[in-house]
């Protein structure tokens, strides 16, 4: 999606630069053109052709046995195939693999009349430095590209999304964030296009923290934006209600959105001035009205955000049902299921449930499975496992039992909150070059980070605040080899300068 997203800005730019080329005096038709050339998964390869009439499209793809994907498209990005009729106008064709090898191609369109101002010859992009990865040392955030291209229009993006303007024989420096970065090359020549990204990693540790949980979650809001998840909407919970919250990781990522946290009868100021940096026109509340009241309802509309809905069902296990409602769809095979008052156990499995989208469903103290799962369960036969988080002290036996009469049923236990993150983390196999680390006895720099780490594919790892527990530790010292970045949630109360020291000895 990543690569098609850019194709469909690199077709409206090339579709502007060549839209004064149709003038039929100074065009020839032709009536087949060939492409051929390579691409991986970081590289992206777009030509532009004109066509004078109307015809049937032929699509003769001569690439061997190579997983080659492209597409054929119009500047408003309808996609055509072989076999469609084409109106006369201008087009491209995109290609692009996802292999981390690269992968010749070889494709001939016909069936059309091109206009002779249809190049099939790509600018050249010769990038000396970076290579295709690069880890920089810890803490450094810019590097220097270097390399030449006989473009006319040519770029590379940087961290903070302002492009640089290269040609030639370059030497620029360009800013990098904190983690894993695509630095991405630009070239242009006759209106076909070259798009190549290289990853450069910035290693280190990072603290995320304010003198409330309501800064903290004003501090994670413009974190996100920092990495491009600019969002219309805005999540606002009451920063006592975990049980909300945590459930609610899945719908943030969804919408690409902070929750930003508040007391229940009033917008802190931190939230507000958040709110007006993000000028957001959509809010979604958790929880009814003595959660988060009317009073705050009427901030947010004087705050300019014109549309705001509820999640408010009448408890934590009917708003979490509420809130897989709005995640959930028939290819959704799974769910995780966790005693609604085990607030470590949710974290740990929070940032996996927003990555994958599986829903979070919760369920009570009680011997038995809580009617709500019951319910969302029989209607909807499409999930067909279930994860449970915790022991049987946490989801009984009994319920265990019934969960499986409707589905494959798998535990993650552990002898501590802290080894159940650990756990989790083994059982999903999550990557293992990038953290988060939060308080596992007071949690509310963790639910309000869980979104941070699902949207930027980071695990979370439960702490106690003092040091690190040795199942955590043993846990990452099995992968420093593979560790990049760690992000800590909270101040040095919450997650001490002695653990930020450990981790950071790790990182190399």
Same mark, same amino acid.
């Given at each position: 999606?990543?690569?098609?997203?850019?194709? +469909?800005? @690199?077709?409206?730019?090339?579709?502007?630069?060549?839209?004064?080329?149709?003038?039929?005096?100074?065009?020839?038709?032709?009536?087949?053109?060939?492409?051929?050339?390579?691409?991986?998964?970081?590289?992206?390869?777009?030509?532009?052709?004109?066509?004078?009439?109307?015809?049937?499209?032929?699509?003769?793809?001569?690439?061997?046995?190579?997983?080659?994907?492209?597409?054929?498209?119009?500047?408003?990005?309808?996609?055509?195939?072989?076999?469609?009729? @084409?109106?006369?106008? *201008?087009?491209?064709?995109?290609?692009?693999?996802?292999?981390?090898?690269?992968?010749?191609?070889?494709? *001939?369109?016909?069936?059309?009349?091109?206009?002779?101002?249809?190049?099939?010859?790509?600018?050249?992009?010769?990038?000396?430095?970076?290579?295709?990865?690069?880890?920089?040392?810890?803490?450094?955030?810019?590097?220097?590209?270097?390399?030449?291209?006989?473009?006319?229009?040519?770029?590379?993006?940087?961290?903070?999304?302002?492009?640089?303007?290269?040609?030639?024989?370059?030497?620029?420096?360009? $800013?990098?964030?904190?983690?894993?970065?695509?630095?991405?090359?630009?070239?242009?020549?006759?209106?076909?296009?070259?798009?190549?990204?290289?990853?450069?990693?910035?290693?280190?540790?990072?603290?995320?923290?304010? $003198?409330?949980?309501?800064?903290?979650?004003?501090?994670?809001?413009?974190?996100?934006?920092?990495?491009?998840?600019?969002?219309?909407?805005?999540?606002?919970?009451?920063?006592?209600?975990?049980?909300?919250? +945590?459930?609610?990781?899945?719908?943030?990522?969804?919408?690409?959105?902070?929750?930003?946290? *508040?007391?229940?009868?009033?917008?802190?100021?931190?939230?507000?001035?958040? +709110?007006?940096?993000?000028?957001?026109? $959509?809010?979604?509340?958790?929880?009814?009205?003595?959660?988060?009241?009317?009073?705050?309802?009427?901030?947010?509309?004087?705050?300019?955000?014109?549309?705001?809905?509820? +999640?408010?069902?009448?408890?934590?296990?009917?708003?979490?049902?509420?809130?897989?409602?709005?995640?959930?769809?028939?290819?959704?095979?799974?769910?995780?299921?966790?005693?609604?008052?085990?607030?470590?156990?949710?974290?740990?499995?929070?940032?996996?449930?927003?990555?994958?989208?599986?829903? @979070?469903?919760?369920?009570?103290?009680?011997?038995?499975?809580?009617?709500?799962?019951?319910?969302?369960?029989?209607?909807?036969?499409?999930?067909?496992?279930?994860?449970?988080?915790?022991?049987?002290?946490?989801?009984?036996?009994?319920?265990?039992?019934?969960?499986?009469?409707?589905?494959?049923?798998?535990?993650?236990?552990?002898?501590?909150?802290?080894?159940?993150?650990?756990?989790?983390?083994?059982?999903?196999?999550?990557?293992?070059?990038?953290?988060?680390?939060?308080?596992?006895? $007071?949690?509310?720099?963790?639910?309000?980070?869980?979104?941070?780490?699902?949207?930027?594919?980071?695990?979370?790892?439960?702490?106690?605040?003092?040091?690190?527990?040795?199942?955590?530790?043993?846990?990452?010292?099995?992968?420093?080899?593979?560790?990049?970045?760690?992000?800590?949630?909270?101040?040095?109360?919450?997650?001490?300068?002695?653990?930020?020291?450990?981790?950071?000895?790790?990182?190399?």
């Amino acid at each position: 999606m990543r690569f098609f997203n850019k194709i +469909i800005l @690199i077709t409206f730019i090339t579709f502007i630069s060549s839209i004064f080329l149709l003038d039929e005096s100074f065009t020839k038709a032709a009536t087949s053109l060939t492409y051929k050339g390579k691409v991986n998964y970081q590289v992206s390869n777009t030509y532009t052709f004109s066509t004078t009439a109307k015809g049937t499209l032929t699509v003769k793809d001569q690439t061997e046995n190579n997983p080659i994907e492209y597409y054929i498209t119009s500047p408003d990005n309808v996609i055509y195939v072989s076999g469609d009729v @084409i109106p006369p106008g *201008t087009y491209t064709i995109s290609f692009h693999s996802g292999e981390e090898a690269f992968i010749n191609y070889n494709i *001939t369109l016909s069936g059309l009349s091109f206009s002779d101002s249809s190049s099939t010859v790509l600018p050249t992009m010769n990038i000396s430095k970076p290579d295709y990865y690069l880890r920089l040392t810890k803490g450094a955030l810019d590097t220097t590209v270097t390399g030449s291209t006989n473009a006319t229009i040519a770029s590379v993006t940087q961290f903070n999304g302002n492009p640089i303007v290269i040609e030639n024989n370059f030497s620029k420096k360009v $800013n990098v964030g904190f983690g894993h970065n695509f630095v991405d090359f630009y070239a242009e020549l006759n209106q076909n296009s070259i798009l190549d990204s290289r990853q450069v990693v910035s290693p280190g540790i990072k603290r995320l923290g304010g $003198n409330s949980r309501y800064e903290v979650s004003a501090n994670v809001s413009k974190e996100l934006s920092s990495w491009g998840f600019n969002s219309s909407t805005v999540i606002i919970a009451n920063g006592e209600a975990y049980g909300d919250i +945590i459930p609610a990781v899945n719908l943030a990522v969804k919408e690409q959105a902070p929750i930003l946290v *508040t007391p229940s009868d009033a917008l802190p100021n931190a939230v507000k001035s958040e +709110i007006q940096r993000l000028k957001p026109s $959509n809010a979604i509340i958790l929880g009814g009205v003595l959660s988060v009241t009317n009073e705050v309802e009427n901030e947010l509309k004087q705050l300019g955000i014109k549309s705001i809905e509820r +999640i408010a069902g009448d408890s934590r296990y009917t708003n979490a049902v509420d809130t897989a409602k709005r995640i959930v769809d028939e290819s959704t095979d799974t769910a995780i299921v966790v005693n609604g008052n085990a607030i470590g156990d949710m974290l740990s499995v929070a940032s996996v449930a927003g990555q994958r989208k599986i829903p @979070i469903l919760l369920t009570g103290n009680a011997d038995k499975l809580h009617s709500s799962v019951d319910n969302y369960l029989s209607q909807n036969p499409q999930i067909k496992n279930i994860v449970i988080v915790g022991g049987p002290l946490s989801v009984s036996e009994n319920a265990e039992a019934k969960l499986a009469t409707y589905a494959n049923v798998d535990r993650i236990n552990g002898n501590s909150r802290f080894e159940i993150s650990v756990n989790v983390a083994n059982y999903f196999m999550v990557t293992t070059n990038k953290f988060v680390i939060t308080n596992g006895m $007071n949690y509310p720099d963790g639910m309000i980070g869980a979104p941070l780490a699902a949207m930027r594919g980071y695990h979370i790892l439960l702490t106690q605040p003092e040091s690190l527990p040795n199942v955590v530790d043993s846990y990452l010292v099995a992968n420093k080899s593979n560790l990049d970045n760690v992000y800590i949630l909270g101040g040095p109360l919450s997650v001490s300068n002695e653990i930020e020291q450990r981790i950071n000895s790790l990182i190399k």
